[in-house]
C-alpha cells in the first residue's frame, strides 16, 4: 500500500479526493490523514510520514511551496494536486521539491496511478504541464516576468483570474473554488484594477500572451 496525506484547505475537496482514491477497486492506496494549511500540514506529514503527499499549491500560510521548505530533505515524495494549470505554479512548484503536478480535473484512476508513479520515483505531469517544465528550463518562458505581474495579485484573484480568462462564468467559477459569486466579483473588481484592465476580453489577451490559461 502507498501512504498518502492530503494537503488541500477545502474540506469539501479533500472529502471528494478521499472518497474517489477508496472508491477504487482494490486501491493501493492508503490515506492516512488530512490537512488544511501550511502549518497542519508539516504537522500531519511529520506524524504519519507518508510515502506521498498530495498538496494543494494554493496553501493558506505560505503555499504548497513553503511545505516542502519547512520539510527540507523529508523522505516523502510531493504530488500537486491543483486548481491551477499555469506555467508559473507549475515550474515554482517543482522548483520547490514535487515529484509531479497535476490537476483537479483528474480522474480517481488516474490519480491512483499518479500517486503510485510518484511513491516509485517517476516523475508525473499531463503533457501539457510538463511542456511548461521542458519550456521554462529551456528559456522559453520568462518566469522571473510572469512572476512580477502575478505578485500583485493574492493568490485567490490569481485562481480567479485564470478561470475568468479562460471564459468561466462568474457561478462557475464560485462553483469550482467554492466560494460565493459575489465574492468572485469582488476578486474579479480588484484583478481588473491591480492589471489596470477594463474588461475580460482584455483580461483573456492579458493572460494568453503570458501563457497563463
Do not use: N
Not at 502575478?150 to 475568468?164: A, K, N, P, Q, S
Amino acid at each position: 500500500m502507498t501512504t498518502v496525506v492530503i494537503v488541500d484547505d477545502h474540506a469539501m475537496f479533500r472529502a471528494g479526493v478521499r472518497a474517489e482514491l477508496q472508491a477504487q477497486p482494490g486501491t493501493p492506496v492508503e490515506i492516512l490523514g488530512e490537512a488544511e494549511d501550511v502549518a497542519t500540514a508539516v504537522a500531519a506529514i511529520t506524524q504519519h510520514r507518508p510515502e506521498v503527499v498530495l498538496l494543494d499549491v494554493h496553501l493558506p500560510g505560505g503555499g504548497g511551496a513553503e511545505v516542502m521548505r519547512q520539510l527540507g530533505t523529508h523522505d516523502t515524495r510531493f504530488l500537486a494536486l491543483s486548481v491551477s494549470d499555469a506555467a508559473e505554479d507549475v515550474i515554482g512548484t517543482i522548483r520547490g521539491g514535487a515529484r509531479g503536478y497535476v490537476t483537479k480535473t483528474i480522474t480517481g484512476p488516474e490519480l491512483v496511478d499518479a500517486i503510485v508513479r510518484v511513491a516509485d520515483g517517476d516523475a508525473v505531469f499531463s503533457p501539457r504541464l510538463a511542456g511548461f517544465v521542458l519550456d521554462a528550463f529551456a528559456g522559453s518562458i520568462d518566469v522571473a516576468a510572469v512572476d512580477e505581474d502575478l505578485d500583485r495579485l493574492t493568490e485567490r484573484e490569481r485562481e480567479v483570474m485564470r478561470l475568468i480568462a479562460r471564459g468561466y462564468a462568474y457561478k462557475e467559477v464560485a462553483k469550482e473554488l467554492f466560494i460565493s459569486v459575489k465574492t468572485v466579483e469582488t476578486h474579479m473588481s480588484s484583478v481588473l484594477r491591480k492589471l489596470q484592465l477594463s474588461s475580460r476580453h482584455e483580461l483573456t489577451r492579458w493572460a494568453s500572451d503570458r501563457r497563463l490559461l
